[in-house]
């Protein structure tokens, strides 16, 4: 403790003989203003603590007119309230501080390390590993062994230099470079799916075959958040004996799930409403026959109903009328086949001109 007093009293006297230490006309230096903040933090700590043993109330303050980042601003006053906003104005400037001496690390580790150096060691003159030409290096050997070198280099295949002298490897001084980790989200984004054979052997490694004999999925296609939810449905609602009531929408959306899943779909591309869905369910197995059954033909004009409906029709027999029907329509569409294309076309008349006909043939008989 006295050895430690009697450093500070030395210290104190040096700085009081040296006036031209404390010249702050520039500013002060990053690493004086963070040890000043830290003495001045610790001194208000103090105090306040004394403040509160004496039973004084800390609302009590005098602050200064300026704001915090006028140059002129004045001292604040000796209240306790005073001495709670001096060491919440600190603790903000330190916090300020440390991030800035974050980025200035390596500058302030350069030169600590230049400073805790031996003072009396010589510069190289020819330091290849200094960053600025070297116009020693550009003469011939005869210069070269003239030139006054203290200390010479000899260079290995990979360009690092070994000195002669103390035979010591220094390798380069290189720029500081930050090292930027990888993110994890890209990482799975470029990661590619798993198989869906795969998800499946795992949810059930005693089944590895995805399909049977009939072409269906054999292993349960649980593999899908939206599959397990309706399997927690179902058991559910047989274990209580009810219904879950449902919008219509979501009634519609889970029988439509429900029959893809009978099928051998696994929901794993079904997203939102409205979504794509993935290949596999009941529209990618019966998507021909269920777009069948709107379409009209030509023949009636009428919808046909799905896709076996016409030949369910050309299976079954006839009577005498319906066969004489179609016989008819057939030559007539085979007697307009053997008209040439240029035949002129008899035109149908309209009302005005039957009229008008019938008009002139009264008039000639009278």
């Not at 000899?154 to 230099?161: E, L, S």
């Not at 379409?295 to 016409?310: F, H, I, K, L």
């Not at 008819?328 to 008899?346: K, L, N, T």
Request: glycine letters at 8%; charged letters at 35%.
């Amino acid at each position: 403790m006295s050895g430690s007093l009697a450093a500070a009293r030395t210290a104190l006297q040096t700085i009081k003989n040296s006036p031209q230490a404390l010249d702050a006309a520039d500013g002060i230096s990053l690493l004086s203003l963070k040890h000043s903040l830290l003495l001045s933090y610790l001194q208000s700590l103090v105090l306040v603590a004394a403040r509160r043993v004496l039973g004084d109330s800390l609302t009590e303050r005098t602050p200064p007119a300026q704001p915090f980042g006028a140059r002129d601003r004045g001292p604040r006053g000796a209240c306790p309230g005073d001495l709670v906003d001096a060491m919440i104005e600190d603790r903000i400037v330190l916090e300020k501080v440390d991030v800035l001496e974050s980025k200035m690390r390596y500058q302030i580790e350069k030169l600590v390390r230049i400073a805790d150096g031996p003072a009396s060691a010589p510069a190289a003159a020819d330091d290849p590993l200094a960053f600025k030409p070297n116009p020693m290096a550009l003469m011939g050997d005869e210069d070269a062994h003239d030139a006054p070198a203290k200390s010479r280099t000899t260079f290995r295949n990979d360009g690092h230099a070994l000195k002669d002298d103390d035979a010591i490897y220094r390798p380069p001084r290189l720029a500081p470079v930050p090292y930027v980790e990888k993110s994890k989200n890209k990482s799975r984004a470029t990661r590619a799916p798993i198989p869906s054979a795969l998800a499946t052997l795992a949810a059930d490694p005693a089944q590895p075959f995805l399909e049977s004999t009939s072409g269906l999925g054999g292993a349960p296609a649980l593999a899908s958040g939206r599959a397990q939810y309706l399997k927690r449905l179902q058991d559910f609602e047989e274990d209580n004996f009810t219904r879950i009531i449902q919008k219509k929408s979501d009634a519609r959306r889970r029988q439509r799930d429900e029959e893809d899943l009978a099928l051998g779909g696994d929901l794993g591309g079904a997203g939102a409403r409205g979504g794509r869905r993935r290949a596999g369910g009941l529209e990618d197995e019966f998507g021909e026959v269920l777009r069948s059954v709107g379409r009209v033909t030509a023949r009636d004009g009428q919808g046909q109903g799905d896709g076996y409906e016409e030949l369910r029709q050309r299976g079954k027999k006839r009577d005498v009328l319906e066969r004489s029907r179609a016989s008819g329509g057939r030559r007539h569409r085979d007697a307009s086949d053997d008209e040439p294309i240029d035949a002129p076309r008899m035109k149908k008349r309209s009302r005005f001109e039957q009229e008008t006909k019938v008009a002139k043939k009264r008039l000639s008989k009278r």
